[in-house]
């Protein structure tokens, strides 16, 4: 079946470093995957995305790169701040294209950073 | 602009007796999705309205799971029979609709915390 995983539960990066975060995804047919931040007793929040005809894009201190040979999917993060403490979800709409779309997300399990000061 | 709000932020029931969660998107958003996500999991998807209608129910657990949406706007998710399993935090989340065309951001409410004794 469909599924995102992700490689890490946990990453600890000191403050000032660059986090490297890293998705995993087996639907070869999806098209369209975003990155979310869900702080603790929120709801996720949107940081990037990235359509499957990109192999990079870059926002403000973030940078999405996909990688469709090996199904991969990985989140910068440059200069990590305290505040980037959160779980990271890599996110995936496989039905992208089409009035069949709902727009219905498959999450994978999250990546817990932890940001020492 | 006032965000996606849910109601209540936490519910605590007991085993057997029915819940209802409220979710009030952003105004004129006309999509409109639920989501559970277990401690330490990421988001299972549950169910998609677009406008009153839910063209995609395939990810409610059971046929104690049931929603509606009213008005375009507020939209209830009911549980019957509560088991304990079914704790977890349930979210909403909103997003203008595919006739905008393009990715369609989906924007997350606090989500309800939901814990059956």
């Known amino acids: 079946g469909e599924s995102v995983g992700l490689h890490l539960p946990t990453l600890s990066v000191q403050e000032g470093d660059n986090s490297i975060i890293n998705c995993a995804y087996s639907?070869?047919?999806?098209?369209?995957f975003i990155w979310y931040k869900q702080e603790s007793g929120k709801g996720p929040q949107f940081i990037i995305d990235?359509?499957?005809?990109?192999d990079k894009r870059q926002g403000q201190r973030v940078t999405v790169l996909l990688n469709k040979t090996v199904k991969h999917l990985s989140l910068q993060i440059a200069a990590t701040q305290p505040g980037d403490s959160a779980v990271y979800f890599c996110a995936e709409n496989p039905l992208s294209h089409g009035s069949s779309n709902t727009g219905k997300l498959i999450f994978g399990q999250g990546t817990t950073l932890q940001v020492k000061p | 602009g006032a965000g996606v709000s849910q109601s209540p932020s936490n519910k605590v029931t007991e085993k057997g007796k029915d819940v209802e969660l409220r979710c009030d998107p952003i105004s004129g958003h006309t999509a409109l999705y639920w989501y559970r996500q277990r401690l330490g999991q990421g988001l299972e998807f549950l169910i998609y309205f677009q406008g009153n209608s839910a063209p995609d129910k395939s990810g409610l657990p059971s046929d104690r799971f049931s929603a509606e949406r009213t008005g375009e706007s507020v939209s209830t998710l009911t549980i019957q029979r509560t088991q304990q399993e079914d704790s977890a935090v349930y979210l909403c989340?909103?997003?203008?609709?595919?006739?905008?065309?393009?990715?369609?951001?989906?924007?997350f409410g606090p989500g309800t915390r939901l814990t059956v004794l």
């Open positions: 990235i359509r499957s005809n990109m």
């Open positions: 639907n070869s047919a999806s098209d369209y």
């Open positions: 989340a909103s997003s203008i609709g595919w006739t905008s065309g393009g990715e369609d951001e989906q924007f």
